[in-house]
C-alpha cells in the first residue's frame, strides 16, 4: 500500500486521534486536553484546553532555535521595481514592535482589526501582529468597493482599521483612502484609529484625529511579547460570497489551523523547513492567508509575497523570473494566472534563460483547472507535476489533492485527485444518500471536519448550521457539485448555489442582482456567470425596465455596469449587461438562470415544460447570438 493510502487509512481507523501526531509539531504554552470537543455537536471545537500564539509559533520559535538568520519573507514587488528581504529574526522585530503600537492602543485579546492593504510587507506584520496580541484580523481584499468594507466593518467591529496610501495595478494606482473615508461613512460602527502606510507612490491625506501614518505609529512603541490564547480563540475572520449580498465572516481558530496549516505543507505540498514556496495569490483570499502568510512561516520555510500580475509586468515570463531569482522550490497559484501567461506566450518561450531547476510542482486552485490548462503547464514545466487541488475559504486548508508529500499519486487531468486526510468527501443525492460512483451530486464532507476548518460562522452559530449544516445532517455541504470515479478521485463541476468563480475571485451573482435591482429604473434581474477563456467565468447581467421607463438602453446598461463597480468593486469584473423585454421564468416564477448559462456557454438546453413563454427564450437567443455566443437549437 502506497504512503497516501496508508495515511488515509490511519486517520480513517481514528479521526481524532490522528491530530496528536501533527499536534506535537506545534508548541503548546498548555498541551490540549483532548483532540476534538464534540459537546456542541454540530459545532465541534478542536484541541479543547490547549493554549499556544499563532505568531509564536510562525516567528519566535524559529528564532530561539537558532533560524533567525534564514530568510523568511521576501516581497518582489515589480510594480514598484523593488525586492525586499527580511530574515525571522527581522520579521520578528517588525512585527513585536507593531504588535507593541497596537496594544498601547488599546488593542488585545479578542478585539478585532481591518487589515485593507495590498500586497506590501506591512500587511503581513500586520496580520501577525494581530495574531501575536491575540487580537483577530479581517482582512478586506482591495479590490473591493467601499461598499463591502463598510459591511466588513459593521459585521466585526474592528478597533483599528490599517491600511495604505495606495495599491499598484499596472495600469493605474488604486487610492485606498477615498474608499476608506467613504466606507467609514457607510458604516454605522464607528473607527476611531486609522493607521496608514504612506507609500512613496502616492501620499494620502489624513484626517487628523482620527489617521496616523505607520511611522509615527510606531514611534516609541514598546515591543510586546506573544499573548496566550485559548486553542479555541479566533486567529481571524474573512469574509467571503455566499447567496447574498451578506458577506459571511468564516472564521479561522489558533490551535486546529497552526496543527492543520502546518502538517498540510508538508503532507500535500511536500515543503520542508528552509524551502521556498511562493503563492502567487493575494493576502485578502484565503489562499494568501494560509499559503503567503501562515502555512510558510508555521513550517520556517521562506515565503514570496509577490505583488504584481503573471503578464504585464513586465511580461508572461515573471513568474518564471521570481521562480528562478528566489529559487522557489514549490509554486502555487490560479488556472487564470497560467491561462493568461499561455495566452501570450502559447509556448512557454519566455522561460528560457531562467533556472527553474529547483521548481520541483506547482500546485493550482481557486478554480476549476480544465484539463488543457493543467496539460499545457506541464508541457512547459518539461513534465514536472502540475496538481489541481480543491478547497475553499470555509475549509482554510486543500480537502482534495494530490497530496505529494506522501505520495505522488497519478496525475488525471480535470480531477483535483483524493481526500486529503482528515476529509470523508462523499457525493449525496437530493435526498442526502450516497449517490452512486460516477454519478453528480453535492459533495459534502462528513462531520466532524478536521481541524483548521472553520468551526463557525462570525456572529453565529446558527447561520454557520443553517447555511452548511442542515441540508445533510451529519454533513458539510461544500456548495460544489460532483462526483467520484471508480479510484476515488474527486471532480468538482459546478457550485449549487449562486457563486460564480472570475479570475479565482469568489463572487455572488445572487449580490449583483441585489446591487442592479437598486437601480431606479430595474423592475427585475438576473445574473449569470458565462465561460470565458481567461477568467473561467465571468457575470452577465439582464434587466428588465420598469413599465414607462423611456430611456435609452445603453445609457442604462452603463449606469447598471458603473453601479456594480461602485457597489463591489472592480474585482466583481461586471462589464456585460443588456436590457431584455422579460426573464424567462417556470409558471411558478422562478428565473430560469440555468437555461440562460447554459444558451450562452453553446451547451445543449431544453426549453422546460413549465416555461411561462418560450418566446422569451427566443428573444435571448437573439440577444445572445448577437453578443458573439454560439447558442445550440434546444432540445
Ligand atoms: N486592488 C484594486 N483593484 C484591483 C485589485 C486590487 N488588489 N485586484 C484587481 N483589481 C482590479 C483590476 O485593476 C481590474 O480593474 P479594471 O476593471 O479597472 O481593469 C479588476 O479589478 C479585475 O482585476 P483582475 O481580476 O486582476 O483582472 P485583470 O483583467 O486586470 O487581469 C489576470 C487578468 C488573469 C491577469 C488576473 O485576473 C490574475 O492575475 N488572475 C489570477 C488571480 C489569482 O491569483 N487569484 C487568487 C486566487 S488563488
Ligand atoms: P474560495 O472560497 O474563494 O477559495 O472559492 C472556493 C470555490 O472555488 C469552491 O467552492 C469551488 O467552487 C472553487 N474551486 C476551488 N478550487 C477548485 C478546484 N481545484 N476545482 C474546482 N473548483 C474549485
Not at 490540549?32 to 465541534?44: C, K, Q, T, Y
Not at 466588513?152 to 496610501?165: F, G, L
Not at 457597489?567 to 430560469?592: C, D, H, M, N, Y
Request: aromatic residues 8%; contains cysteine.
Amino acid at each position: 500500500m502506497g504512503a497516501y493510502q496508508d495515511t488515509y487509512d490511519r486517520w480513517r481507523a481514528d479521526p481524532e486521534g490522528f491530530w496528536h501526531g501533527p499536534a506535537r509539531d506545534i508548541e503548546w504554552s498548555r498541551a490540549p486536553d483532548a483532540a476534538l470537543d464534540r459537546s456542541g455537536d454540530p459545532i465541534f471545537r478542536w484541541f479543547p484546553g490547549g493554549r499556544l500564539n499563532t505568531c509564536h509559533n510562525m516567528l519566535d520559535r524559529h528564532v530561539r532555535d537558532g533560524r533567525g538568520a534564514r530568510v523568511a519573507l521576501i516581497h518582489d514587488s515589480p510594480v514598484t521595481g523593488t525586492v525586499t528581504t527580511f530574515t525571522y529574526a527581522e520579521l520578528l522585530e517588525r512585527v513585536r514592535v507593531l504588535a507593541g503600537a497596537l496594544a498601547r492602543e488599546g488593542v488585545g485579546h479578542g478585539d478585532r482589526v481591518v487589515i485593507y492593504m495590498p500586497m506590501v510587507p506591512e500587511a503581513v506584520m500586520a496580520m501577525l501582529a494581530c495574531a501575536r496580541l491575540g487580537a483577530v484580523h479581517s482582512v478586506v481584499f482591495g479590490g473591493f468597493a467601499a461598499a463591502e468594507l463598510a459591511s466588513r466593518i459593521d459585521d466585526c467591529t474592528p478597533k483599528v482599521v490599517m491600511t495604505a496610501s495606495c495599491g499598484i495595478e499596472p495600469s493605474h494606482l488604486v487610492e485606498y483612502m477615498p474608499l476608506l473615508d467613504r466606507a467609514l461613512e457607510l458604516a454605522t460602527h464607528p473607527v476611531s484609529r486609522c493607521v496608514v502606510l504612506q507609500r512613496p507612490q502616492h501620499e494620502a491625506s489624513l484626517t487628523p484625529g482620527r489617521d496616523v501614518a505607520w511611522d509615527a505609529f510606531l514611534a516609541g512603541a514598546e515591543p510586546a511579547d506573544c499573548v496566550d490564547v485559548a486553542a479555541t480563540d479566533p486567529l481571524y475572520v474573512l469574509y467571503t460570497s455566499g447567496t447574498t449580498g451578506v458577506p459571511k465572516g468564516v472564521v479561522r481558530d489558533n490551535g486546529g489551523h497552526a496543527v492543520a496549516l502546518n502538517w498540510s505543507m508538508s503532507a500535500v505540498y511536500g515543503v520542508d523547513a528552509g524551502e521556498v514556496f511562493w503563492a502567487a495569490s493575494d493576502i485578502g483570499w484565503v489562499v494568501g492567508h494560509s499559503y503567503i502568510v501562515y502555512g510558510p512561516l508555521l513550517r520556517g520555510c521562506t515565503t514570496v509575497m509577490y505583488e504584481g500580475k503573471p503578464v504585464g509586468t513586465p511580461d508572461a515570463g515573471a513568474f518564471w523570473r521570481v521562480c528562478a531569482d528566489h529559487g522557489v522550490d514549490v509554486m502555487f497559484t490560479a488556472p487564470t494566472a497560467m491561462r493568461a501567461i499561455k495566452r501570450v506566450d502559447s509556448r512557454g518561450e519566455l522561460l528560457a534563460g531562467h533556472d527553474l531547476s529547483r521548481l520541483r510542482a506547482l500546485f493550482l486552485a481557486g478554480e476549476r483547472c480544465d484539463p488543457d490548462t493543467l496539460l499545457w503547464c506541464r508541457d512547459i514545466l518539461g513534465g514536472r507535476p502540475v496538481i489541481d487541488h480543491w478547497w475553499q475559504t470555509e475549509t482554510g486548508w486543500p480537502m482534495a489533492a494530490n497530496c505529494t508529500g506522501l505520495e505522488l499519486l497519478p496525475v488525471k487531468p480535470g480531477s483535483p485527485a483524493k481526500a486529503v486526510p482528515g476529509y470523508d468527501i462523499r457525493v449525496l443525492d437530493e435526498d442526502g444518500h450516497d449517490a452512486p460512483t460516477g454519478e453528480i451530486g453535492g459533495l459534502c464532507v462528513r462531520l466532524p471536519l478536521p481541524p483548521g476548518c472553520t468551526p463557525t460562522l462570525w456572529g453565529g452559530d446558527e447561520r454557520w448550521i443553517s447555511g452548511y449544516l442542515s441540508r445533510f445532517p451529519g454533513h458539510y455541504m461544500t456548495a460544489d457539485a460532483g462526483y467520484l470515479d471508480l479510484d476515488g478521485y474527486v471532480y468538482v463541476m459546478s457550485r449549487i448555489d449562486d457563486v460564480i468563480n472570475t479570475a479565482g475571485h469568489r463572487l455572488s451573482t445572487g449580490q449583483m442582482e441585489e446591487v442592479m435591482s437598486g437601480h431606479p429604473d430595474v423592475a427585475e434581474c438576473a445574473v449569470v456567470g458565462v465561460a470565458d477563456d481567461l477568467k473561467g467565468q465571468v457575470p452577465m447581467g439582464f434587466a428588465v425596465l420598469k413599465a414607462g421607463v423611456d430611456r435609452p438602453e445603453a445609457e442604462v446598461v452603463a449606469e447598471l455596469v458603473a453601479r456594480v463597480r461602485r457597489e463591489i468593486g472592480p474585482v466583481a469584473a461586471f462589464k456585460q449587461a443588456a436590457v431584455v423585454r422579460a426573464l424567462p421564468k417556470t409558471r411558478s416564477g422562478k428565473v430560469l438562470r440555468g437555461t440562460i448559462r447554459r444558451m450562452a456557454d453553446g451547451e445543449p438546453w431544453h426549453m422546460p415544460a413549465t416555461i411561462e413563454d418560450p418566446s422569451v427564450l427566443d428573444d435571448f437567443r437573439v440577444l445572445l447570438e448577437g453578443s458573439g455566443h454560439t447558442v445550440r437549437p434546444h432540445a
